[in-house]
């Protein structure tokens, strides 16, 4: 049994934890929000503030638990974790704040699970990324035709290409460059595309739904969401984990299960058909993403190099990594998380990350083949991104291994038993 100190099951305190999350994600280092609204130091500085306040209300309210709060193994979990990121900082003499940032990310979800389960929390990131997707839906598709012709217009602001964006506040829609791609609030689609098939697989996998079809609801509103990305990755790893979910669950034995197949098959190649006889210009953006997935293609090229650099540089100094401006700098878009992360932090350290990941996987609902398919679904995610410092890159995964910890005495204790 998991010691926690929850709060109180009543409307405010969930509510306060739906805005405490959601506005860490409005405030992350790949929000358009931190880039070109507020400024990237004051929103890193917003989420720094909110964090602190959240954990003094909760001291406060659960003072009379302080020593027990304060001598948990959650405390030394938690230096454990600052050891594997700060002592390759200090080895190397390399003064960055990333390393602050990638450990100010990992507490987070120490600090969470002082409180709500990982279920719990994943069942609010699902209902705040499905409100935010089908928002964005809302804007990209209904208000941006409004906003062109001046029936609605809202502030605009430029990104550092030179790209015009509709400020819709908890959407960003592209005016001017790339305007078939679906932003949400983040700074390039790639990006928000790791968010939304993130909140797909914990739907799917962790959630606990008390009705079935709100997950149904979630998982249409998230799909036509990664689809309106025209991420290649995005795509790839949705269709992993809906091929996962359809075999492990067995829906084509279902009526529902079989005519919703069908209706999906039959409305894909009617669009397919659609574009490729039409050819509008949709076409061309569809068919470069799937272009993107071919050797010689400047995208594919630029993942693969960022794979292969990394792992090179890690065998000069595998035991603490190399400078994290080096690893960063060393090509024009490093865009793997998982060898950046050993690159810089070394093979030691660099574990953490891919450990999280696992207790967050294999915690959840399934068969162990099916879990495999969906970590690798989710891998695709964040390695085409660089995101070792963002928040939600670690809070679900840390949070499943802080439980996966909590559990280890019940689960010795039980095998001694059985011995």
Not at 148 to 169: A, M, Q, S
Request: with cysteine.
């Amino acid at each position: 049994m998991i010691d926690r100190y929850p709060f109180p099951e009543k409307t405010v305190y969930k509510v306060l934890l739906a805005a405490y999350l959601f506005l860490i994600l409005y405030f992350t280092r790949v929000s358009q929000v931190s880039h070109y609204l507020i400024g990237f130091y004051r929103a890193q500085f917003v989420s720094l503030l909110l964090t602190a306040g959240a954990a003094l209300f909760f001291l406060i309210y659960r003072r009379k638990d302080f020593k027990r709060i304060v001598l948990n193994y959650r405390v030394a979990l938690a230096l454990l974790f600052a050891a594997a990121i700060l002592i390759p900082m200090v080895c190397k003499r390399d003064w960055q704040m990333m390393y602050f940032s990638i450990l100010f990310s990992i507490l987070i979800g120490v600090f969470l699970s002082y409180f709500v389960t990982c279920c719990q929390a994943a069942k609010v990131y699902t209902l705040i990324l499905t409100a935010l997707a089908a928002y964005s839906l809302l804007t990209f598709f209904l208000l941006r035709p409004l906003a062109d012709r001046g029936i609605l217009p809202p502030p605009v602001f430029v990104n550092d290409y030179g790209g015009e964006f509709y400020n819709f506040l908890f959407a960003f829609v592209p005016k001017t460059l790339v305007r078939e791609r679906n932003f949400g609030i983040f700074r390039e689609p790639g990006v928000y595309q790791f968010f939304l098939v993130l909140a797909l697989y914990l739907s799917f996998y962790h959630v606990d739904w008390e009705k079935h079809w709100h997950m149904w609801l979630c998982t249409g509103i998230l799909c036509v969401t990664i689809l309106s990305t025209f991420s290649t990755g995005a795509v790839l790893a949705m269709g992993l984990l809906l091929i996962t979910v359809y075999f492990e669950r067995k829906l084509y034995r279902e009526k529902s299960g079989r005519i919703l197949t069908i209706a999906a098959l039959v409305l894909t190649a009617a669009v397919l058909g659609y574009l490729v006889i039409c050819k509008p210009p949709l076409y061309t953006t569809l068919v470069y993403m799937f272009r993107k997935v071919t050797p010689g293609n400047p995208s594919f090229d630029d993942r693969f190099e960022s794979i292969r650099v990394n792992l090179h540089l890690l065998s000069f100094n595998p035991k603490v990594g190399r400078n994290v401006s080096y690893i960063l700098e060393i090509i024009q878009d490093n865009t793997s998380s998982t060898t950046i992360l050993f690159a810089i932090l070394g093979v030691i350290s660099g574990w953490l990350h891919v450990i999280a990941w696992a207790c967050l996987v294999f915690r959840g609902k399934g068969h162990v083949v099916y879990k495999l398919v969906c970590l690798l679904a989710l891998a695709i995610t964040f390695n085409t991104q660089n995101l070792i410092s963002e928040p939600y890159l670690w809070i679900f995964p840390i949070m499943a291994l802080v439980e996966c910890v909590g559990e280890l005495p019940a689960r010795i204790a039980s095998k001694k038993k059985t011995a």
